[in-house]
C-alpha cells in the first residue's frame, strides 16, 4: 500500500532512530486526537504542547541537522524527511508549517563557514528550539535585489535596521537567519537575530492562524562578525539555495493533507445512503473517487522520485534543479484538484467542525502559493526545456535512494548560476517498453509537443505572455511528471491497471493544456495545428476501471480513522 496510514505504519527505515521518531510522533497526534486537533485549529491556540513533545524526544534535533553537527544520531536525510513532512501535514499543516520554516531557517546556518553560529543551532535544536527565514519583507515580498533591512557600520560591527514580514516562527525562533544588504553597497549579507532581543520587535501575526507568522522590526539591532553567515554572491547563493532545499517539502504537506482527507471522506460517503443506495454506488461519486487516488498516488511516486535525483545530486548532476520545484508546483497543484475533486462527494459535509477535511479544504490551497507562486515556478521550469527534448545526456542510472546517510551536497549547492547549461536524461527511455494504451497515448501527444517546440517554437514575445508561457510550461511539466512516474512505478510494484488508470488523467490533463495554448491570442498557425492534434481522448476501459475501484479505491473506507 503506497498510502501513509498510521494505523497500520510499517516503517521502511534500517535503523531504529528513523523508526522511533516517525512512531513517536504518530503517537503524538493519535493521542492528541482528532477532537482536541480540531479545537486547537479553530482557537487557533499555539501549538506549545507539539514543541513541548519535539523537545522531550529530540525530533528536529535528530532531523534537521547534518550528520557531524551536534546530536551523534542527527544526519540531513531527504528520504526520511519526505515521511516525516508526509506525516506532519496528515495532521494538520500548521505543524509541517513550523518544521518547515526552521529547515528554512537552518539552510544558512548549515551553509555557513561560521562555526560559532553552527555550534548555536545544534544547542538549540537539542534543546528544543525552532528556526525562521528572515527574507521577505513587505514591500517587496521575497525579492531579494530589493531588500530595506540595512546594516550600517558601528565600530566593529553593524547596526541592522528595517521590517521583515510574513517570517514563520519569527515570535519563538532560537535564531532568525535574517537577510539584508550593507549600508551604500550592493553587498547582501546573511545575519543572525535572536527575537529575545531588545532592539528586536514583534510587531504583528499576519495570519489568522495557530502558526505565528511574523512581522518584525529590527531597530539599531547589534551585529556582530560573529553573526554574519554569509556576505556578497555567498548571501545570495545562500537564500536561492535555502529555497531549493526547503520548497522540495511543500508537496509532502499536500500529500499528507490529501490522503487524511481521502480517508475521511470515503468513509463517510460508503456509509452514507441517499435514495436508496450508497452515495458511493453514484457513478460520478465513484469516478471522483478515482480520479483522486489515482492523482494522489502520481503525486507521491513523482516526489519520491524527485528525492531520489536530490541524494544522488552533484555539481556535475544537477537535474534536481528542475524535479524539486515540479514537487513544489505541480504536486502542490494536484492536491488542490484531489481536495476538489473528493469535496464534490461529501458536499456540505466538508464544512462541518468535526471533520478533518474542514481544515485540509483550506489549508491545501496556501501550499501552492508559498515558495514562489506557481507562475514563479513555471518561469523557472521552461528554462530547462530545450535540453530537455532535444539535448538529453548520458547520466548513471540512479536508484532508490533509501540508504541512512547525510545529504551533503545540499549545503554545498555552489552557483545558483548555469541553469540553461543543465541536461537531463532521455525522457523517451521511460516510455519504451510500457505498453499500456494511456500511456502510449500520452506519448503520442509528448512528441506532437515537441514537434511544436522544433517546427516553431515560442517566440520572445510569447514569453514575455505570461498566459502563452504557463499553458506551455504546465504541458512541459505533464511530461517531465509521466517520465519520474514511469520510472518509479516498477520500484514500487504499482499494477499496470492502476498505472494504465494514472495515465487516463494524463491524457485529459495534457487535452486540456493544449486547448489552453491553442487559445492564446497569440499562438501562431503551426502552434495551433499541432495543439489540435494533442487533443486526444483517453482510452476507456471498463474492467480496468473496476479493478481500480473495487481493489485499491473502495478498501479505503475505514481503512483510517483518526482518534477522537
Known sequence: MILLNPKQHASRYSDDRSAEVM????DFFERKGKDKLLA???????YSDFLEFVKEHRIFATMCAPAGEGAADARWDTWRNCEFAEILG???????YTWQVSVLGLGPIWMTGNDGIRRRAAQALEDGGIFAFGLSEKAHGADIYSTDMILTADGDGWRANGRKYYIGNGNEAAIVSTF????????????????????????QNVVASQNYVSEFELRDYPVTEGDIMH??????????????????????ASIGICTHALYEAITHASNRVLYNMHVTDFPHVRQNFVDGYCRLVAMKLFALRAADYMRAASSTDRRYLLYNPMVKMKVTTQGEEVINLIWDTIAAKGFEKNMYFSQAAVDIRALPKLEGTV??????IVKFMPNFFFDPAEYPPVATQNEPRNDDFLFDQGSTKGLSQIQFHDYRNAFAGVDLPNVKRFAEQTEIFRELLSSDPPGPDQMKDIAFLLAGGEIFALVVYAQLILENAPIYGIADHLLDQIFDFMVRD???????LYSQP?????????????????VHDEARYDRVWEELVAPLSGAYEMER
Not at 544588504?181 to 510587531?203: C, M, S
Not at 556576505?231 to 509532502?252: C, F, S
Not at 495534457?510 to 489552453?516: E, G
Request: glycine content about 8%; charged content about 25%.
Open 510 to 516: 495534457m487535452s486540456k493544456f493544449a486547448l489552453q
Open 23 to 26: 512512531r513517536q510522533t504518530i
Open 522 to 538: 497569440s499562438s501562431t498557425e503551426k502552434q495551433m495545428e499541432c495543439c489540435q492534434r494533442m487533443i486526444r481522448k483517453a
Open 180 to 203: 539584508g544588504r550593507i549600508d551604500g553597497t550592493d553587498e547582501y549579507v546573511f545575519f543572525a537575530a535572536e527575537p529575545r532581543h531588545a532592539n528586536y520587535e514583534l510587531i
Open 40 to 46: 486547537d485549529y479553530y482557537d487557533r491556540v499555539w
Open 90 to 96: 496528515f495532521y494538520g499543516l500548521q505543524y509541517w
Open 375 to 380: 507562475h514563479v515556478n513555471i518561469a523557472l
Open 231 to 252: 556576505r556578497g554572491r555567498g548571501a545570495w547563493d545562500a537564500a536561492l539555495n535555502t529555497v531549493n532545499l526547503g520548497k522540495y517539502n511543500l508537496g509532502w
